[in-house]
């Protein structure tokens, strides 16, 4: 990682290929810096970051590669979920991609021997954006071009007869309406900002 004024940016980092979407983990995940994630056109490459505005002992910024993820197609979204912890043994890395053939993909490392992914479909235009549940990691919401905020609950949430509760939910333009539907839908108290926000400016 290297320092670059000529594009007006604090730091810089090199990269293989083309990168189309950046994402920083918003959650506490331990003592080895801050995770991020960015994609490119058929792979994720997820790192940690540690600055010197917040440690006294790195000059500059510190950057360090943990895995690459390979994709298959371009990333047009990325997602943490708040399970995600460097500092657990083994680490768990969590995030959810949108992708250009509107579906999401769920990865889940030990950056060891585990890596899987689960593909969700169910939208069936462009995906704008996805968010994690912020409480507890296990769900994920995604809005997209075909007018609807499709929730995708983890495990599968089943009726009385044993069958995956399938769903989606209409886009509203009233934040009141909006932030009621979400504390319903995730068991929130209170209307959660960051969720009734990421609907509301889609």
Known sequence: MKQDSSRNAAYVVDCEDYVHVVEFNPFECGDEGTLIAYGGNNYVV????????????????????????????????????????????????????????????????????????????????????????????????????DHTCRPNCFPKKQDENGKELQFGIKYSTNETEMSLILCELFGEGVPHKPWTKLFLEW
Request: glycine share 4%.
């Open 46 to 145: 997820i790192g940690t970051c540690r600055f010197q505005e917040e440690e006294a002992e790195v000059e500059g910024i510190l950057y360090k590669t943990l895995r690459t993820f390979h994709h298959g197609i371009r990333v047009d979204a990325i997602a943490w979920s708040p399970e995600s912890r460097v500092d657990a043994l083994p680490p768990q890395i969590r995030f959810c991609t949108a992708a250009a053939d509107r579906k999401l993909r769920v990865f889940s490392s030990d950056l060891q021997d585990k890596n899987e992914y689960k593909v969700i479909e169910g939208h069936s235009d462009y995906i704008n954006d996805l968010v994690f549940a912020p409480k507890d990691g296990q769900e994920v919401a995604s809005v997209s071009d």
